[in-house]
Structures are given as structure tokens and as C-alpha cells.
């Protein structure tokens, strides 16, 4: 699969690819935390290299025969998406596995496996010669090439597309037939069923002659400089013009790769696989691992590798087939050397319709989820994330696949910050018959009480610069309109009166920032300035940080002092009642002596 994915997806020297399995494995043994897992190429990352090499050679007007150039354009790639991980790593930063959405990380993906399926379609009818003498066809978007494969359909070269579409069909078959015997034969996952197809299409392209009838062969397998093992520093300065092309794209490949690393790494961790292949009591670290796959995709970059990271479906075969300890990746890596070194020479009748056959193959799994996933969005409404994922989508296989990355990016960056900045604040009411249980009043205000001149605020999150921006505006709906869901232009709703007495519910306030101290504080003030009485009730204890910010920024003193800090709401409504009563008894001293 390695040499297939530089040579038709990477556009690369094929055992570049196979780089990918000698130097990563190896790496990834002495410094990983999961024991079982196998890094090595994947068709996403290895697609997106190909869409950096092809544009670098398009500005630099380069011939796609310049495969030198190609690779170290490839290393330059690996290089800074390594960087990228390790630097990561050293920050901390392993929670960012977590910042693309499944809505996106689906869209992306099977927009990639479309292109792949298109891709592999030109090679595979015979037409690559053909595509490259078509101005736009190789470099352009999928549609392109579909509007391309059907003007030239009649030029297919058909021992190419029977080897091709046959192999594909053999792989399709076997694959199923293994996932139906897998439950009651288990080693039924252990029969090479490509690697027959590859042994066999070699051996009988050889026998037959069929190179000599017009299929393309792989032919000679080498490294562009001559050297097995060419070391490459990327990152000088003569290849800085790569480096300013390849920024965004190094940066996906390195969250794409560290998000399917991760993904692998969990399911192996804790024994959570379908037939518990995983150690038990794994303790895993993202951090970890970020600087594991950063060092190893450096070193990857240097000899011109593919990037390479933690693959779900090679890590599941390794643990069940045995494989506890990372002495696994480090006999990959041994059997990889030697085949750079010594079995080169017998891919040379292997036929490229083949490679690509494989290819479409993995392409056709990366596509063959997102029915699931629509279904599923569609039966619980989830509309925006549909549309995300038509949109990554549509634009990938309209436009081309950066606009797809930076509108998904973009798209979901947008959707963690709307979703960081907006307060969560509520209104709450009495549940009738109780004594202290209150709930969200904007759920069913039907069946709440509301509490006659007073204002029951729940705040159920930290408060940080982040979601403090709006809040006064929110907690202004909430005293004119018992909602914040209310346009600011209607007419008020809730009498001045039943805001004379403001509880907050701080509960949920288990962090506090400068920022958000300083808006709580404008806001217990203008309540005090207009006369009301502010009450806090489930406050941290007196040794948190939250308590100790609500000191020194004065709301304490402001609210008038501890008493009015009590421990449930219904403890603050009868401070509120009994402020009110003397409140009354001392405007109007008749009342009380009466």
C-alpha cells in the first residue's frame, strides 16, 4: 500500500512511500505510549501531499518527471507536519484531538475518498498518458476529471481496466467474505488476500507478457538520488517556497493524523476493542504521543517519507495477531529495510491498474460510513451538522481540496467559539409542592412557580472573558422578558417590581477570570444603584479562587456583606422576604406599631 500511495496519491517515487515504514515504526516503538499500535502512511495525509507537490509544480512550472523535486517537496511536507505535532507535544496541547467535529472530520474524509475514486479512475482505464496531455485534467478539481473521463471513456485501454476493475472486485469480494467468517473463524482476518493479488498480478503479468501489450508496470523501484537511504535536511532555505505553500496543508495532516492516532491509540488502550485486543490498565498519554509521532514524522521528513501515523485498521490486525509490545513496529520497520534493500527488484512486472485498484479500495471505506452518519443526522434533526458536512463536501469535489480545508476548519473554529462565548444563563422557577427545587423556567414555564418580586438567576458555567461579553445583555432580557430568547425590541414583559430582589445561582461557577469578575461586579452595582437587593447563593467555599476574586473585587461588600451569601435559593428567598418585611415595618413604623 505504501508504494501505491506515493505513486498515485503522493506523486512521489513509490519507495518513498515504503521510507514510511522504515524509519516511523522504529521511532514510534522507543518513544509511543501504545505498545500495539503501527504507524505508517494513509491515504488522506498521502493525498494531501500529492495536492502540495502538484501545486508547487504548477507555480515552478517544474516537469511531473522531476521526481527528486517531488519528493523533497514531499520531506518538506512531513518535516513541518512533525514539527508541528512535536511543538504541540511540548506545549501540551494533546487535547486537540477534540477540536474538529465529527460533521466535519466525516464531510472532509469522504470528500477525500470521492477524490481518491476519481483519481484512481484515470489510471485504471488506461488514460494517465492521455490525461496529461489535457490542459486542467491532472491538476484540476474532480469534476474536471469526471467531465474528462466521459469525453474519452472510448479510449480506455481495456487489459488495463479488466486487471484493475478484477483486482478491485477480488478485494471487495474477500473482504466481505472475511468479515462474514470472522465470527466463527477469527483467523479468516489473517489471509493476505492483496498481497496474493499483488503476487499473482506480477507473476502473471511476467508470464503472459501483458507490458508488453500496453499496461504500465511499475518498473524500476529507486530512490531519486541513487542512494537506499538519501538523507535530505527540509527545512533549508532553498525550499522555503515550499514551506510557505505547504503551512496550512502540514498543519491539517498533523491534526488529521494525530486525530486517527488517537483514535487508535483509545481503542487499544483500555481493551476496548470488539474481542478486548487491548492491554488492560494502559495508561496513555496525548502528550505523549504527540511528541512520539512529531520526532518520527521529523526524522520521516528527512529521508523524503510519507507522513506517517497511527493507522486503526493495521493497529487492530497487530493486537489481534498477538502483537503486545512495540518489538512489533520494530520487526516492521526490519522487514521494511529489507525490502528496500533486496525486493525491489521483484515489483518491477507489478502493474500500476493494480496500485490503483488498491487504493480505490481503502477510498471505498473512507466513503462507505457517511451513509450512517447521515442517516443518523437526519433522524435527530441535526441539520447544522448536515450542512457542514454537504458543504465540506460540495466544495472539495467542486473546488479543490484547500477550500475544502479551510471551510471546514474555518466552519468548525467558528462553531467552538459561538459555542465558548454564549452564556448558558437562566431564569428559575419554583416546582409546586417544593420546597427547594427549582428548575429552568424557559423549559415549562406552565408548570413553575415564579417567586413575586424576585429574580432568580442560574449561572451554571465558569465565567471568562470568553462568554462574559454578552452577558449583561442577556441578563437584561432576562429581567424584561423572563427569557433570553426575546428580541430586544419587543415590548417589556416583566414588571420592574419583580426584579427588587436578585438571587444568583453560582453553582456552576467553578472558574473565574479578571474579566469576568469585572462584569459581575458592573453588575451587582447597577443593581444596587437602582435599589435591589442582590443575593448569592452556592458560592465556592471561603478557600477558592472564586470566593477570594468575589472579595477583592468588592461584590461582597457591594451585595452588603457575607449574610447575603447563603447556601441554597431557597435560603436566599427567605433573606429576600424578611429584608422586604423590614424594609416595609421601617418606611411605614404605623404598620409595626399596629
Known amino acids: 500500500m505504501s508504494l501505491s500511495y506515493a505513486s498515485n496519491l503522493g506523486h512521489i517515487p513509490p519507495i518513498n512511500g515504503l521510507y514510511s515504514f522504515v524509519f516511523n515504526p522504529l521511532i514510534y ?3 509511543g505510549s501504545c505498545p500495539q499500535m503501527v504507524v505508517g502512511p494513509e491515504a488522506a495525509g498521502s493525498l494531501l501531499v500529492g495536492e502540495v507537490v502538484r501545486s508547487s509544480i504548477d507555480k515552478d512550472h517544474s516537469s511531473d518527471a522531476d521526481q527528486r523535486m517531488q519528493a523533497r517537496i514531499a520531506g518538506v511536507v512531513t518535516g513541518m507536519a512533525g514539527a508541528v505535532i512535536f511543538v504541540a507535544g511540548l506545549t501540551r496541547l494533546g487535547f486537540l484531538d477534540s477540536v474538529l467535529s465529527r460533521p466535519f472530520l466525516r464531510g472532509f474524509i469522504s470528500a477525500i475518498g470521492f477524490v481518491i475514486l476519481v483519481n484512481m479512475l484515470i489510471p485504471e482505464l488506461g488514460l494517465a498518458e492521455r490525461a496529461q496531455e489535457v490542459d486542467g485534467v491532472s491538476h484540476g478539481s474532480s469534476v474536471d476529471k469526471l467531465m474528462f473521463l466521459a469525453r474519452n471513456l472510448q479510449y480506455a485501454h481495456g487489459l488495463t481496466c479488466g486487471i484493475a476493475f478484477g483486482s478491485f472486485a477480488i478485494i471487495m469480494i474477500l473482504r466481505e467474505v472475511k468479515r462474514r467468517l470472522q465470527p466463527r473463524y477469527p483467523s479468516a482476518a489473517y489471509v493476505p488476500d492483496r498481497f496474493l493479488v499483488v503476487v499473482l498480478s506480477t507473476i502473471f503479468t511476467w508470464r503472459f507478457g501483458w507490458d508488453k501489450k500496453g499496461l504500465e508496470i511499475l518498473g524500476d523501484v529507486e530512490s531519486s ?22 503551512m496550512s496543508t502540514s498543519f491539517l495532516i498533523a491534526l488529521l493524523g494525530f486525530f486517527e492516532s488517537s483514535v487508535a491509540a483509545k481503542s487499544l488502550g483500555g481493551g476496548e476493542g470488539a474481542h478486548g485486543e487491548g492491554i488492560q490498565g494502559m495508561s496513555l498519554s496525548a502528550n505523549r504521543e504527540l511528541v512520539a509521532l512529531g520526532v518520527a514524522n521529523i526524522v520521516g521528513g528527512c529521508f523524503m517519507a510519507l507522513p506517517a ?23 516492521l520497520a526490519i522487514i521494511s529495510i529489507i525490502c528496500v534493500l533486496f525486493l525491489m527488484p521483484y515489483f518491477y512486472y507489478l502493474p500500476k491498474s493494480v496500485l490503483s485498484s488498491m487504493i480505490s479500495v481503502v477510498a471505498y471505506s473512507l466513503v462507505e460510513e457517511a451513509p450512517h452518519d447521515i442517516k443518523f443526522f437526519i433522524h435527530i434533526r441535526g441539520w447544522s451538522e448536515l450542512t457542514l458536512m454537504i458543504l465540506i463536501f460540495a466544495s472539495t469535489i467542486f473546488y479543490s ?15 467552538v467559539i459561538r459555542h465558548s462565548t454564549k452564556p448558558r444563563i437562566q431564569i428559575l422557577g419554583k ?3 417544593t420546597e427547594n427545587q427549582f428548575e429552568n423556567a424557559e423549559d415549562n414555564p406552565q408548570r413553575l412557580e415564579f417567586i413575586e418580586g424576585c429574580l432568580i438567576v442560574k449561572i451554571p458555567e465558569p465565567l471568562t472573558f470568553a462568554n462574559t461579553g454578552d452577558l449583561k445583555n442577556r ?7 423572563g427569557t433570553t430568547t426575546a428580541h430586544p425590541a419587543l415590548p417589556r414583559v416583566r414588571p420592574v417590581e419583580h426584579n427588587q430582589n436578585v438571587i444568583f445561582d453560582v453553582h456552576g461557577v467553578t472558574g473565574l477570570d479578571g474579566s469576568g469578575t469585572q462584569v459581575l461586579t458592573e453588575i451587582v452595582e447597577s443593581y444596587v444603584a437602582r435599589g435591589a437587593r442582590v443575593f448569592f447563593c452556592r458560592v465556592p467555599n471561603e478557600r477558592s479562587s472564586v470566593y477570594r476574586l468575589f472579595e477583592r473585587s468588592g461584590i461582597i461588600e457591594k451585595c452588603g456583606g457575607p449574610k447575603n451569601f447563603v447556601k441554597s435559593v431557597d435560603e436566599a428567598l427567605k433573606m429576600a422576604e424578611l429584608e422586604t418585611l423590614e424594609d416595609f415595618y421601617r418606611d411605614n413604623p404605623e404598620e409595626g406599631g399596629a
Open 29 to 31: 516503538a522507543l518513544l
Open 225 to 246: 538520488t541513487g542512494s537506499p537511504f538519501p538523507f535530505q535536511w527540509p527545512l533549508v532555505p532553498s525550499h522555503m517556497r515550499h514551506v510557505r505553500e505547504a
Open 309 to 331: 501515523f497511527g493507522g486503526y485498521g493495521r493497529s487492530k490486525v497487530n493486537a489481534a495477531t498477538g502483537g503486545q509490545t512495540p518489538m512489533s513496529s520494530v520487526f
Open 401 to 415: 481540496l484547500p477550500l475544502g480545508i479551510a471551510l471546514g476548519a474555518g466552519l468548525s473554529v467558528l462553531a
Open 431 to 433: 416546582v409546586p409542592g
Open 475 to 481: 441578563l437584561r432580557r432576562l429581567e424584561l422578558y
